[in-house]
Every structure is written in structure tokens, then in C-alpha cells.
């Protein structure tokens, strides 16, 4: 059985940081193309970050230079860091594991307020 756990959310100032992590089990992120998608209020759900197997990473261009998408395959775990936060990152944050079969965890929750 698959899972993927993300943990990490909370409230946050505009310009501070957050860590997101989604911890697998029932695959190996090293062999899976791992992303972090994001979906606010009344919007669709958008991909923000991208590693593939090989380790080539992708951005959106909203987040580009802002956040950095990483993986620890001794942990199976991916990492979304997200700094210079904006109230537009706002959103319900969700680990997303693709590889034969496409995979989503239950979502955690970024709110960037004053």
C-alpha cells in the first residue's frame, strides 16, 4: 500500500520560510518523478516543483528562485523549502509520486498572512 504523509504547513508571515516534507511508503522516491502541487481556494490544483529520477528538478515560474525541491532517498522523503513566502503561496499544499501509477497524499495546509 502506498502513502505519501506531508507534514510541515502552518502560518507564516510574507517573507519567511517553511519546509514542507512528504514522507513515501510502498515506493522509493528515487525511482518515482516526485512534485509538489498546490490549490487554493475556488483555483485548480497547479504543479509548483518537480524532481525526476535522474535528479532534474523543474519549477513553476511563480516559485522559481523562492522555493527548492529536494529528496533524501536513506529517509524516502521529498522536501519542499519555501522561503521568501508571498500571501499569493497561500494554499493546501500536495505530495505527488508518478511513476506507473500516479499518487497523491492528503494535502497540508500554507497560509502566508500578516
Known amino acids: 500500500q502506498v502513502q505519501l504523509v506531508e507534514s510541515g504547513g502552518g502560518l507564516v508571515q510574507p517573507g519567511g520560510s517553511l519546509r514542507l516534507s512528504c514522507a513515501a511508503s510502498g515506493i522509493s522516491v528515487g525511482s518515482y518523478t516526485m512534485g509538489w502541487y498546490r490549490q487554493a481556494p475556488g483555483k485548480q490544483r497547479d504543479l509548483v516543483a518537480r524532481?525526476?529520477?535522474?535528479?532534474?528538478?523543474y519549477y513553476a515560474t511563480s516559485v522559481k528562485g523562492r522555493f527548492t525541491i529536494s529528496r533524501d532517498s536513506a529517509k524516502n522523503t521529498v522536501y519542499l523549502q519555501m522561503d521568501s513566502l508571498r500571501p499569493e503561496d497561500t494554499a493546501v499544499y500536495y505530495c505527488n509520486a508518478v511513476y506507473t501509477k500516479n499518487y497523491w497524499g492528503q494535502g497540508t495546509q500554507v497560509t502566508v498572512s500578516s
Open positions: 524532481i525526476f529520477s535522474g535528479g532534474t528538478t
